[in-house]
């Protein structure tokens, strides 16, 4: 429990009371029972790391944050699940659709590229060029946060 | 007004249609639009589940860039709202955290000084414009047309982040009807549309879109209207896949605010921006009347 309060987002799973307001309200559980926040919550505070850490769980939420405004006692339930997203990559389990975002934004400095239809609708239409992207600098911030390490592990461990 | 304009990359590469509303609506209303160069991503959801630190220094550069043109930052996308107003009041609020940023940013020869506020396009409209100037501008009302708002999470959630309670979503209640169209009420018009699990798992995204789909149509409107980039694919898109694999049809048209204030003003969309909604919006734009 403490590896996961311990970090920037983690914070929260010290208040939860297991009142179940999170998965009574998240628009994924209603559609998928794998997911149930509370759940989670309990497993963390139990201490059952393996079987939250390096699991597909987290990856259910949306962040929509329905839960932290839901959630009586302050337990940023929405953010630990970031905390528990956060612990998994380090491990080297990253899915492989965001594994490909981050390498586009290493590679691009954003997440989303440009197609080429509406590079010619811009052009075409008045719109002007695209906002530029400064990538040498994106890519000096993410070596430096050992953000390029991260992608590496994940692309391995596939 | 004068704005630093922050595009984000959704908007610009697969909904310039969106941006080019934006920019026909923004003059009459007085407001500038100063674009701006050498930026990078937002850091959205997906970034931010990968690295905290990376996530704050990159959203934090572009706030710094704001900055030095000495101007407040607009969006138009929810999610870059959302990582933008984030990490400003992180840093603003949480020194250690600040300086720590500032580390990694000095190598690129930033500094964040907190010196730039954080608004989406329809926070400009709704606080620096004003809704009696937004009622003004409008010369073919929707009246009586029968409005879903589909607010997106990023614009009012978490509510300690948007000071009031569901002001993101008022604000845009308000707007939509500043046009002469009614918002209707319906049931979890706060949800998710689904939209940020795309890519991650594709079924429970569509499960997620359908939930919320079902609940507007028993709410019988004619159009959904929002102002997230994300929600417009997902519920746009998202009905024909819908129908696809679970044989559901909701024949919906899905706008942004900014086309439907673009038409109310008097405007009509042009033939390539008609054709980027998958569900047909024709039937909508001529329900207008003059004033």
Same mark, same amino acid.
């Given at each position: =429990?403490?590896?996961?309060?311990n970090t920037?987002?983690?914070? /929260? ?16 559980s209603?559609?998928e029972?794998e997911h149930?926040?509370?759940?989670? =919550?309990? =497993?963390i505070?139990? /201490?059952?790391?393996?079987?939250? !850490?390096g699991?597909?769980l987290?990856?259910?939420? *949306?962040s ?12 940023d339930?929405?953010e630990? =699940?970031?905390?528990l ?6 491990? /080297?389990?990253?899915?492989? /659709? !965001? ?5 586009? *934004? ?11 239809m509406?590079?010619?609708q811009?052009?075409k239409?008045? *719109? ?14 993410l ?5 390029d390490?991260l992608?590496n ?6 | ?8 990359c959704?908007?610009? &590469? ?15 209303l007085?407001?500038?639009?100063v674009?701006m160069e050498? #930026? ?6 997906? $970034?931010?589940?990968l690295d905290?630190?990376?996530w704050? &220094?990159?959203?934090?550069?572009n ?11 607009? #969006?138009?996308?929810?999610?870059c709202y959302?990582s ?20 990694i ?8 000084k907190?010196?730039t506020?954080?608004k989406?396009?329809s ?18 009302p929707?009246t ?11 614009l ?8 009031e ?7 845009l209640?308000e ?7 009614k ?5 979890r018009k ?6 940020p699990?795309r890519g ?13 789909l079902?609940?507007i ?6 159009c959904?209207?929002t102002v997230?980039?994300f ?8 009905? $024909?896949?819908?129908k ?17 204030l673009?038409?109310?003003m008097g ?11 998958? $569900?047909?919006i #024709?039937g ?8």
């Amino acid at each position: =429990m403490h590896e996961v309060a311990n970090t920037p987002r983690g914070r /929260g799973v010290l208040a939860c009371i297991q009142c179940g307001r999170c998965t009574n309200s998240c628009p994924v559980s209603r559609v998928e029972k794998e997911h149930n926040p509370r759940k989670l =919550m309990e =497993m963390i505070i139990l /201490g059952l790391r393996s079987e939250v !850490i390096g699991e597909q769980l987290p990856w259910y939420c *949306l962040s929509c944050f329905t839960c932290l405004d839901r959630c009586p006692q302050g337990g940023d339930v929405g953010e630990v =699940m970031f905390a528990l997203r956060n612990l998994t990559v380090r491990e /080297g389990k990253i899915p492989e /659709g !965001i594994l490909a975002q981050a390498q586009s *934004l290493f590679d691009n400095g954003r997440v989303v590229t440009a197609s080429r239809m509406a590079s010619i609708q811009r052009e075409k239409y008045g *719109l002007g060029k695209e906002p530029t992207v400064d990538v040498e600098a994106v890519q000096k911030i993410l070596v430096k946060t050992q953000f390029d390490k991260l992608i590496n592990k994940g692309k391995r461990s596939l | 007004m004068k704005y630093a304009f922050f595009a984000g990359c959704l908007i610009p &590469a697969r909904e310039p249609q969106y941006e080019n509303s934006v920019k026909k609506i923004a003059p009459r209303l007085g407001i500038e639009l100063v674009e701006m160069e050498g #930026t990078n991503c937002c850091a959205p959801f997906s $970034i931010q589940s990968l690295d905290y630190t990376s996530w704050l &220094a990159l959203a934090a550069r572009n706030l710094c860039k704001a900055e030095e043109m000495g101007l407040n930052i607009v #969006t138009l996308c929810n999610d870059c709202y959302e990582s933008l107003l984030m990490t400003n009041t992180i840093l603003k609020e949480n020194k250690e955290t600040k300086d720590r940023v500032n580390q990694i940013l000095a190598d690129v020869g930033l500094e964040f000084k907190g010196k730039t506020d954080v608004k989406i396009f329809s926070d400009v409209l709704y606080e620096d414009v004003g809704l009696e100037k937004v009622k003004d501008s409008v010369k073919r009302p929707f009246t009586g047309l029968r409005v879903a708002v589909q607010p997106g999470c990023h614009l009012s959630k978490p509510k300690r982040l948007h000071f009031e309670q569901w002001r993101g979503i008022t604000a845009l209640d308000e707007l939509v009807e500043a046009t002469g169209a009614k918002s209707v009420p319906y049931e979890r018009k706060e949800a998710c549309c689904g939209g940020p699990l795309r890519g991650v798992n594709d079924e429970v995204a569509l499960h997620v879109a359908k939930q919320k789909l079902d609940s507007i149509k028993s709410a019988g409107v004619s159009c959904i209207v929002t102002v997230c980039p994300f929600c417009f694919i997902e519920l746009d898109m998202g009905q $024909i896949e819908i129908k696809r694999h679970m044989n559901e049809e909701y024949g919906l048209p899905v706008l942004s605010f900014a086309e439907l204030l673009r038409v109310a003003m008097g405007m009509d969309l042009e033939d390539w921006e008609l054709k980027a909604h998958r $569900i047909p919006i #024709t039937g909508i734009l001529g329900m207008t009347e003059a004033k």
